[in-house]
């Protein structure tokens, strides 16, 4: 049974996230000729170049700085994780395997790729879809976890 928290539905909000989501990607790829894929830009700083260390790291601290300037005006949503250290990690590295064997994450894949009509990003994204449902499937009914 599915138990939805209607109280926690906000589509005026998920709707204005994902607008400035999408005014952000489509600049970034206007203003620099770049996807905003975060772990190409995170990849990149482990081979850097001199040119591209400050956009990156600029583009990261943002993505910090941005929830930290949010909590001085308001509280951050809670965080409630169902799971233990040793599950997290090796989602974590799931995560990391699949990324990199699709060259690229779902904010890649997803928000830039599908948005520029690459059937490579429209293959992976319902792979990562895809795995994200049998995922829950097996761990919440089969597993019992």
């Known amino acids: 049974m599915?138990?939805?928290?209607?109280?926690?539905?906000?589509?005026?909000?998920a709707l204005a996230g994902g607008i400035l989501i999408g005014?952000?990607?489509?600049?970034f790829l206007l203003l620099n000729g770049r996807i905003a894929g975060i772990s190409g830009?995170?990849?990149g700083l482990l081979t850097p170049t001199k040119h591209d260390i400050i956009w990156r790291v600029?583009?990261?601290?943002?993505?910090?700085?941005a929830p930290?300037?949010?909590?001085?005006?308001?509280?951050?949503?809670?965080?409630e994780i169902n799971a233990?250290?040793?599950a997290l990690i090796i989602a974590g590295l799931l995560v990391g395997i699949g990324t990199r064997y699709a060259?690229?994450?779902?904010?890649?894949?997803?928000?830039?790729?599908?948005?520029?009509?690459?059937?490579?990003?429209?293959?992976?994204?319902?792979?990562?879809?895809?795995?994200?449902?049998?995922s829950v499937f097996v761990i919440r009914h089969l597993i019992g976890a």
């Open 23 to 27: 005014l952000a990607a489509a600049s």
């Open 103 to 134: 060259s690229g994450c779902t904010s890649g894949h997803g928000v830039c790729g599908l948005s520029r009509l690459s059937l490579r990003s429209l293959v992976a994204t319902l792979s990562f879809m895809a795995a994200g449902f049998v």
């Open 2 to 13: 599915i138990d939805i928290a209607w109280s926690q539905f906000t589509p005026g909000t």
């Open 68 to 79: 930290a300037i949010w909590m001085l005006m308001a509280e951050l949503p809670p965080i």
């Open 41 to 43: 830009i995170l990849g």
């Open 84 to 86: 233990g250290y040793p």
């Open 58 to 65: 600029a583009f990261l601290a943002g993505l910090i700085g």
